[in-house]
Structure formats: C-alpha cells, structure tokens
Nanobody, 124 residues
Framework: QVQLVESGGGSVQPGGSLRLSCIAP????????IGWFRQGPGNKREPVAC????????IYNNSGDGRFAISRDAAKDTVTLQMNDLKSEDTGNYYC?????????????????WGQGARVTVSL
C-alpha cells in the first residue's frame, strides 16, 4: 500500500503563514509527480500546485495569488507548500496526492493515492 503523510496544518490569523509538507513514496525513485489540492466549503477538490522530481512547477487557477510556493526535497521524498500572507479564502482541507510520472496535471482523476488532508483555518 502507498501511504502519503501530510503535516503542517493549523489555525492562523490573516497575514500569517503555514508550511505544509507531504512525504510521498515513489516521488524520487519512480518519478511520480506530487500535487496539492484544496477542498473548500463545496467539497470539491480544486488543484493548487504540482511539482516534478526535477523541480518543474505549476500553480493552477492563480492559487494563492502569488503567495504560495511549492518546492521539493527529492532526497527525502518530500514536497512542501509554503503559504504566506494567508487570507480567509485560503481556508480548507489541503491534500497531497501522487499522480503521473514526470508530467504535472491539474486533473484529480490523474492522481491515484491521496493523503489524509491537512486542515488550514484562517480567521481573526
């Protein structure tokens, strides 16, 4: 079984920052891409970002308005989503997922394995 392990969620005030991390088996050894998705009040998982083993990045639907950055530590099979200057609309459950080999995609159906989710709450 493939298990993705997420961490870093929490509650912050507007303007605060959070760093979400995902340990993703196969990211380095088998070159699977890793994506981040946000599940908001509508319960639909919207694509946020994706990264390849080699460091190619994608931000989808202007997620974070330039305030988010995705990075990886290939040696540790770990992908990080840095979220700065957080706003209330960033609130939701954030999931990391393992997708295709080598090419990023925004389609959740292209991702087979999902983490448990990390809750992010931004409020006064």
């Amino acid at each position: 079984q493939v298990q993705l392990v997420e961490s870093g969620g929490g509650s912050v005030q507007p303007g605060g920052s959070l760093r979400l991390s995902c340990i993703a088996p196969g990211f380095t050894s088998d070159n699977y891409v890793i994506g981040w998705f946000r599940q908001g009040p509508g319960n639909k998982r919207e694509p946020v970002a994706c990264i390849t083993r080699g460091g190619a990045r994608a931000i989808y639907n202007n997620s974070g308005d330039g305030r988010f950055a995705i990075s990886r530590d290939a040696a540790k099979d770990t992908v990080t989503l840095q979220m700065n200057d957080l706003k209330s609309e960033d609130t939701g459950n954030y999931y990391c997922a393992r997708g295709r080999r080598g090419v990023c995609t925004a389609n959740p159906t292209d991702y087979t394995y999902w983490g448990q989710g990390a809750r992010v709450t931004v409020s006064l």
